[in-house]
């Protein structure tokens, strides 16, 4: 290692214990003060995707007032949760550094899988649905062996898995090109008709709020048990009843519509599994030291061959549950399942949510937050009657800023850890 890197690691260190006795000593104030200087220093974090979303969804009110009303809402929930899915695998390739350009053509195919054995061969809708996911893990299987054994590049094997797997998709359909999903499916039931009675949504609500208090008080118990400063009581629960209102006032006002989807519940739901496995366990840990060094990690004893198919195998998995969560929503399966857009957005959705292209840096979170913006531009033009072509102009360049931000945040970084 670098004497340039040793230092930037060490300032980042005595960064970290001056945020630390911020946060300890003076509450509410330094929790503040703490993240004015992280800012500062170019750890964005989410802020600019909440902000550009804050930006978006009142420029589109102002537009027109349709836009927040609870029902365009709740459609704006539900069709963020297919696209989403598919964007969290994406969120760990990026992770590592690495890209999949064929998660359109694996949901695809797996749709296709999911109406072919449901209507033609008449299978246990259940066992389809197995099926079909299956599908795409072992896609991610031949990803993985083919990176980590043969060193092919990862755009290189998922170009032609795009390919590959568009013309499996083809050939799995045959001669009927589109297949009509019955509405009696529990799956189309599900994704269409399912929505959480308003009790079991508030209850949902409580329970988000006191996991994370109860997540940040395990973290400061550890740390205090280490020897560490802890965080503040007063601010664990500042955010946990932010996040409260915040979460109930958002039920309430779903409620006076239809209330809150099942399927953006799922997907929710996922983000979270995910985001818990990222910050809490070894693999997670693993994933970001992979993507911070591939060297590093393999001197500190990682598996790095095995956490890297670990990853497309997640990946690819969670593209076919996109897959089979937009072929629920529309009761259909065709030759277009899985195109058109779907692999630009589910890429888009990882970046413009915050995950960097150069690897080491993200959330699962960012698949929730920037499908929120791609669709909530999406739905907004929409209402304004506008072509889809302005909204592929407008999505590019908000990609774009997303990456610039990433770039100029990254020069930031490393300016202050080199100071």
């Not at 696209?83 to 890209?99: F, N, W």
């Not at 299978?123 to 893990?137: I, M, P, Q």
């Not at 993507?291 to 790095?304: D, H, L």
Request: proline share 2%.
């Amino acid at each position: 290692m670098s004497n340039t890197a040793t230092a930037g690691s060490a300032a980042e260190r005595a960064a970290d214990l001056q945020d630390e006795r911020l946060f300890h000593g003076e509450g509410l104030t330094g929790a503040v003060e703490s993240f004015v200087r992280r800012v500062r220093s170019g750890d964005l974090g989410s802020l600019p995707v909440v902000i550009g979303l804050i930006v978006i969804w009142a420029v589109f009110q102002i537009l027109n007032p349709a836009f927040l009303s609870a029902d365009n809402l709740v459609n704006l929930s539900l069709q963020c949760a297919a696209i989403g899915t598919i964007s969290i695998g994406i969120v760990l390739v990026l992770l590592l550094g690495e890209i999949d350009l064929s998660v359109g053509s694996v949901s695809g195919l797996s749709a296709a899988v999911l109406g072919v054995t449901l209507t033609q061969l008449h299978w246990n809708s259940v066992l389809a649905v197995v099926a079909a996911v299956l599908a795409g893990t072992v896609a991610g299987i031949v990803y993985g062996l083919l990176f980590t054994r043969f060193g092919v590049p990862s755009f290189v094997i998922t170009l032609a898995g795009l390919l590959g797997f568009l013309g499996l998709q083809l050939w799995v359909l045959g001669p009927n090109s589109s297949i009509n999903i019955p509405f009696s499916t529990w799956l189309v039931t599900f994704a269409q008709q399912m929505f959480l009675p308003p009790w079991a949504a508030y209850a949902l609500a409580a329970i988000a709020a006191i996991g994370l208090f109860w997540s940040d008080w395990r973290r400061s118990r550890r740390r205090r048990a280490a020897g560490l400063s802890s965080g503040s009581m007063s601010v664990m629960l500042v955010k946990s009843v932010l996040l409260l209102i915040a979460l109930g006032v958002s039920v309430w006002y779903l409620a006076t519509d239809r209330g809150v989807g099942a399927m953006f519940v799922f997907f929710v739901l996922l983000v979270v599994l995910m985001n818990f496995l990222l910050t809490r366990t070894r693999w997670g840990r693993a994933v970001f030291a992979v993507g911070g060094s591939v060297e590093a990690a393999r001197r500190a004893g990682i598996k790095v061959n095995r956490i890297y198919i670990s990853v497309f195998v997640l990946c690819s998995t969670f593209a076919a549950l996109g897959g089979l969560l937009a072929a629920a929503r529309l009761a259909s399966v065709g030759a277009s399942s899985g195109g058109t857009d779907t692999n630009l957005n589910a890429i888009a959705a990882a970046v413009i949510g915050g995950t960097s292209l150069f690897g080491g840096r993200g959330s699962a979170w960012s698949a929730l937050l920037g499908i929120l913006v791609i669709q909530s531009i999406s739905s907004g033009l929409t209402l304004l009657n506008l072509d889809a072509s302005i909204r592929f102009m407008i999505t590019g360049a908000v990609l774009l800023l997303a990456v610039i931000i990433d770039s100029l945040s990254r020069r930031s970084r490393a300016s202050h850890g080199q100071a």
